[in-house]
């Protein structure tokens, strides 16, 4: 049977692109233009943010619309959260950018405070009025609780807010010294995803050793590889709550694991907070400037799940000890 994370979630209509859009980001956006393109089969390759009031609406645009081009899709959706009667210059901008770039615009919508309206619908679509449709209540949604069954945390109201849940939160923690071998402390860390599958807590003993190992660059490596597709929404919030336990000094690792495992769930919002934090800890960290550098060249997020095989293959040895 295949586990329901690796079956793609359908959407039906605007008011599910409407609910969904909060999950991929994290949080619900405000004054923001949100960019999703998709593949010749439909499926979701990237999402972009972008903020609507810009001083050179022009070039923003063909900023923002160029780094669609040399991706592998065929078209896009657009849909703007604005105040009240906003400004849709910059909105039209995009729409022509996206044309002349030889995409299918699929859709564009503009969501004020209570409603929404399609501005490619021409009035003869009988689902939607023209003059505004009622949002979607996420609470209720068909969408949303498929969401949550897949284990997605409902959005924060802001970015600001999902940004302070990755805050350290935790006690005072001792971190000692291992005399563990590398496949010892890999299986460390392999037993304590384990449990985290079926418990969701980490006992101060999990969490000193793992942000001991996870100093070690290939156990770090290692710790990239421990999931597959049918956990990969349980190890985002296994690295979500090990930052929020993790203090300065040991925060780099752990954050950069957020980055590459929320990206690849599709979670991009998510991705670059963490890196952000991965930032404030080392700006120096290796795999934070990878990271960053894949995602602004929008590299897809199965991009990343490829990234994680071929890892597992050469670190083969080590994988096998500790399984």
């Known amino acids: ?107 564009s919508i503009v969501v004020s405070e209570n409603s929404w309206h399609s501005r490619r619908c021409e009035g003869e679509c009988s689902s939607c009025n023209h003059s505004g449709n009622p949002l979607p209540v996420l609470e209720s949604s068909r969408i949303a609780a498929e969401h949550v069954i897949r284990g997605h945390l409902l959005p924060c109201a802001s970015e600001s807010d999902l940004a302070s849940t990755l805050a350290y939160v935790g006690a005072e923690l001792e971190i000692t010294e291992t005399s563990l071998s590398l496949p010892e402390s890999a299986a460390r860390l392999r037993d304590m995803w384990v449990r985290w599958q079926g418990l969701r807590w980490l006992s101060p003993a999990d969490v000193s050793a793992a942000l001991r190992a996870l100093e070690n660059v290939a156990l770090r490596d290692f710790a990239i590889t421990m999931h597959d597709g049918a956990h990969l929404q349980g190890t985002v919030e296994l690295w979500r709550t090990l930052l929020s336990q993790a203090p300065t000094g040991y925060r780099a690792p752990v954050a950069s694991l957020l980055a590459a495992t929320s990206y690849e769930a599709g979670e991009g919002g998510l ?43 050469k670190l083969g040895a080590l994988v096998g000890l500790a399984a």
């Open 271 to 313: 991705a670059r907070l963490a890196l952000d934090e991965a930032f404030k800890d080392d700006p120096e960290y290796s795999l934070a400037h990878l990271l960053a550098r894949a995602m602004e060249a929008g590299w897809p997020s199965e991009a990343f799940t490829r990234m994680r095989e071929e890892l597992a293959e």
């Open 1 to 107: 049977m295949t586990h329901i994370e690796s079956q793609p979630l359908i959407l039906d209509s605007p008011e599910d692109l409407l609910v969904t859009i909060p999950f991929l980001l994290g949080f619900h956006p405000q004054n923001s233009l949100i960019v999703l393109s998709l593949t010749g089969q439909r499926r979701l390759a990237r999402v972009m943010r972008a903020e609507i009031d810009v001083t050179n609406e022009r070039e923003a645009a063909r900023e923002l619309i160029s780094a669609l081009t040399w991706q592998n899709i065929e078209s896009v959706m657009l849909v703007a959260y604005t105040k009240g009667q906003s400004n849709t210059s910059f909105i039209e901008l995009c729409e022509n950018e996206i044309e002349s770039a030889g995409f299918q615009l699929l859709e």
